[in-house]
């Protein structure tokens, strides 16, 4: 599943020490093409600005994304930020003809997803 493979490349030294954003980047059948550290910040936020997203994205061709960050705190419930945030990056994605399948909030032992609660 998308939140194993992110849990096989996210750095474990760092997921309760700073807030990392990661996009995977998949082709028309959903099969990754490459992922990316898009930003990482300090102990409560990272700044992620959609134009790098859909920069790295269209430069490798993605037909659908899936974000993730991390909370080093362990609270996997989406801030505010956190959901305006995804709410900008689906919308972006969509005048790009880019499906958002996905954004997750990894912790050390669980992972909350916003498709999975209806927030895309």
Not at 25 to 38: D, F, I, P
Request: some cysteine.
């Amino acid at each position: 599943t998308a939140a194993d493979y992110l849990r096989a490349i996210w750095n474990k030294d760092t997921l309760e020490f700073k807030e990392d954003f990661v996009m995977l980047c998949l082709n028309g059948a959903h099969q990754v093409l490459g992922w990316v550290k898009v930003s990482s910040g300090g102990f409560t936020s990272t700044s992620v600005d959609p134009r790098v997203v859909f920069s790295l994205a269209l430069q490798v061709g993605a037909s659908a994304l899936i974000f993730a960050h991390n909370h080093p705190s362990g609270v996997l419930e989406p801030s505010r930020d956190d959901r305006h945030l995804t709410e900008k990056l689906v919308s972006g994605a969509q005048l790009l003809h880019i499906n958002v399948l996905d954004h997750f909030i990894l912790g050390k032992d669980a992972v909350f997803s916003f498709a999975e609660h209806g927030l895309i």
